[in-house]
């Protein structure tokens, strides 16, 4: 029987060495269902399964209020006791150093600390991986639990029997994102040290790379091309971006512009639009009146992040969401905006 962990929440995140985590040098089935929380039969039995996970896509859409085109997409979702497992062993992979060029998946780091390493340099550079999940494959994952952490080798095929499907990292885990990094390592310290060779800084945020400087060298696709081929990676040539000293830089989304991050002017035309919405001067698009508050309290939070002078609007906003609430009583839960979460960098 898989016994439900209790949810234990981190106040202060301490990093420590990849020595110390539960899972190193584990050596037999016993102790490894001991840390999981699930009993050694069960396990045995969920990882002989054939139904572990759930496929199904999301299909192609333009979101009405910011006009964004979003592209289908195939999802793998773990069963629900695969994914208890799943966020156990999130839970005990977190607190494992990890490099400054890491910025996605790592506590108290984000898409705005991402650009924010960037601020100060001239031009910058960036790439994005084709099919991230997908490319990284069952071999890196498995030497990841067997090369890092010391795992016995059953050991670390069972760890990567539960944590990939057919022979890649799934789409829908929420250990997903975290565990791509430490199995894409060997190639992002390759890119890290190229960054070096040449002066710049780089940064990673799950499947969007990214190089500043004063000067990027022609040769930089090229070799940034060669060093993800290596690792069964491949960039999408049409999403490469090269930006010139005094121009307006965007990443991860976030505009760089004269040393300051800025928001896109994309994300003021979509808040006004849900603005509009809720007042009823524009179409709901089959939204309800709290999911309107919803998102744009969310959106206008994550604005505010990014810039200060957008917090007035995104408390305006968190107070209309609270109030909608009050109004719909069946629904219960945290306030969607946080001023301080996006804004910590490491």
Same mark, same amino acid.
């Given at each position: 029987?898989?016994?439900?962990?209790?949810?234990?929440?981190?106040?202060?995140?301490?990093?420590?060495?990849?020595?110390?985590?539960?899972?190193?040098?584990?050596? @037999?089935?016993?102790?490894?269902?001991?840390?999981?929380?699930?009993?050694?039969?069960?396990?045995? @039995?969920?990882?002989? @399964? &054939?139904?572990?996970?759930?496929?199904?896509t999301?299909?192609?859409?333009?979101?009405?209020? &910011?006009?964004?085109?979003?592209?289908?997409?195939?999802v793998?979702?773990?069963?629900?006791?695969?994914?208890?497992?799943?966020?156990?062993?999130?839970?005990l992979?977190e607190?494992?150093?990890?490099?400054?060029?890491?910025?996605?998946?790592?506590?108290?780091? &984000?898409?705005?600390?991402?650009?924010?390493?960037?601020?100060?340099?001239?031009?910058?550079?960036?790439?994005?991986?084709?099919?991230?999940?997908? @490319?990284?494959?069952?071999?890196?994952?498995?030497?990841?639990?067997?090369?890092?952490?010391?795992?016995?080798?059953?050991i670390?095929?069972?760890?990567?029997?539960?944590?990939?499907f057919?022979?890649?990292?799934?789409?829908?885990?929420?250990?997903?994102?975290?565990?791509?990094?430490?199995?894409?390592?060997?190639?992002?310290?390759?890119?890290?040290?190229?960054?070096?060779?040449?002066?710049?800084?780089?940064?990673?945020?799950?499947?969007?790379?990214?190089? &500043?400087?004063?000067?990027?060298?022609?040769?930089?696709?090229?070799?940034?091309?060669?060093?993800?081929?290596?690792?069964?990676?491949?960039?999408?040539?049409?999403?490469?971006?090269?930006?010139?000293?005094?121009?307006?830089?965007?990443?991860?989304?976030?505009?760089?512009?004269?040393?300051?991050?800025?928001?896109?002017h994309?994300?003021?035309?979509?808040?006004?639009?849900?603005?509009?919405?809720?007042?009823?001067?524009?179409?709901?698009?089959?939204?309800?009146?709290?999911?309107?508050?919803?998102?744009?309290?969310?959106?206008?939070?994550?604005?505010?992040?990014?810039?200060?002078?957008?917090?007035?609007?995104?408390?305006?906003?968190?107070?209309?969401?609270?109030?909608?609430?009050?109004?719909?009583?069946s629904?219960?839960?945290?306030?969607?905006?946080?001023?301080?979460?996006?804004?910590?960098?490491?």
């Amino acid at each position: 029987m898989l016994k439900k962990p209790t949810k234990r929440k981190r106040k202060c995140l301490k990093r420590y060495s990849i020595d110390q985590c539960s899972l190193y040098k584990v050596r @037999s089935a016993k102790r490894l269902s001991e840390i999981l929380g699930v009993e050694k039969q069960r396990l045995d @039995s969920i990882l002989k @399964s &054939s139904a572990k996970y759930r496929e199904f896509t999301i299909e192609e859409t333009t979101n009405p209020f &910011s006009s964004k085109f979003i592209k289908s997409r195939q999802v793998q979702a773990p069963s629900d006791e695969l994914r208890r497992i799943h966020e156990r062993i999130l839970y005990l992979l977190e607190p494992i150093e990890l490099p400054n060029y890491a910025h996605a998946a790592v506590k108290g780091r &984000s898409y705005r600390s991402n650009a924010a390493t960037h601020v100060n340099s001239a031009r910058m550079a960036t790439f994005d991986l084709k099919n991230f999940y997908g @490319s990284t494959q069952r071999y890196l994952v498995y030497s990841f639990f067997l090369d890092n952490l010391k795992c016995s080798p059953d050991i670390a095929g069972k760890l990567t029997e539960l944590t990939t499907f057919r022979n890649a990292l799934p789409t829908g885990s929420p250990l997903s994102p975290l565990l791509s990094l430490h199995a894409a390592k060997p190639m992002l310290d390759e890119l890290s040290k190229l960054a070096q060779l040449h002066d710049l800084i780089f940064t990673c945020y799950i499947d969007d790379l990214t190089f &500043s400087g004063k000067k990027i060298p022609r040769s930089l696709e090229r070799r940034v091309s060669r060093i993800v081929g290596k690792y069964n990676h491949q960039l999408s040539i049409h999403k490469t971006k090269i930006f010139d000293e005094d121009k307006p830089k965007h990443v991860t989304g976030v505009v760089i512009n004269k040393g300051k991050l800025a928001v896109p002017h994309s994300r003021f035309l979509t808040a006004r639009k849900l603005e509009l919405a809720i007042a009823g001067k524009f179409p709901m698009h089959g939204n309800s009146m709290l999911k309107l508050c919803e998102k744009l309290a969310g959106l206008l939070g994550e604005t505010a992040c990014i810039d200060p002078t957008y917090k007035k609007w995104a408390e305006k906003a968190q107070e209309d969401l609270r109030k909608a609430r009050t109004k719909d009583s069946s629904i219960v839960g945290p306030d969607s905006t946080d001023f301080g979460s996006c804004q910590q960098i490491d």
